[in-house]
């Protein structure tokens, strides 16, 4: 599995409106600040994720993104999948879109791929957005504690 900037910057927005969650709208040009994302690439991002069923908005020169949905009922997963696709190393141990392969009775290999799906399956869909805010809400405290002389 590898994440490009499309997936990066989704799971990112989705960070920042679950950081945001239940305070209001979130502006497209807030997120954009405070993700470092483009905001021309992070406006086709929001429409995705809309359309998903991931994000509401609002129109207009008070309008915004909120979440649909509560953080902790949010997986990273759903939007790895949504944004990358499937998860698995290779076609052939792919839940979603399977292909045989000719060498799949005697290929050495498949375990293993299976096994990096299975492993890499169980982390992203067993962490939510309500498990990264509090990830984030401890790195950032630390953070704000620290002092100099």
């Avoid at 599995?1 to 945001?20: E, P, Q, T, V, W």
């Avoid at 698995?88 to 141990?93: H, K």
């Amino acid at each position: 599995m590898k994440i490009s900037f499309r997936g990066d910057y989704a799971l990112k927005a989705i960070l920042d409106l679950s950081l945001h969650y239940n305070k209001g709208l979130v502006r497209i040009q807030e997120i954009a600040d405070r993700q470092d994302i483009p905001i021309k690439y992070l406006e086709q991002i929001l429409l995705a994720l809309k359309g998903a069923g991931y994000l509401n908005s609002q129109r207009g020169a008070k309008g915004g993104y909120y979440l649909a949905k509560e953080p902790k009922k949010i997986k990273l997963g759903e939007i790895i999948r949504l944004m990358e696709g499937p998860i698995s190393p290779i076609t052939c141990v792919s839940k979603s879109c399977y292909k045989r392969c000719n060498e799949e009775t005697k290929c050495v290999f498949r375990p293993l791929w299976n096994k990096i799906r299975s492993l890499t399956e169980g982390v992203v869909d067993q962490v939510s957005f309500a498990d990264m805010c509090r990830d984030y809400e401890t790195k950032n405290k630390k953070k704000l504690d620290m002092y100099y002389i």
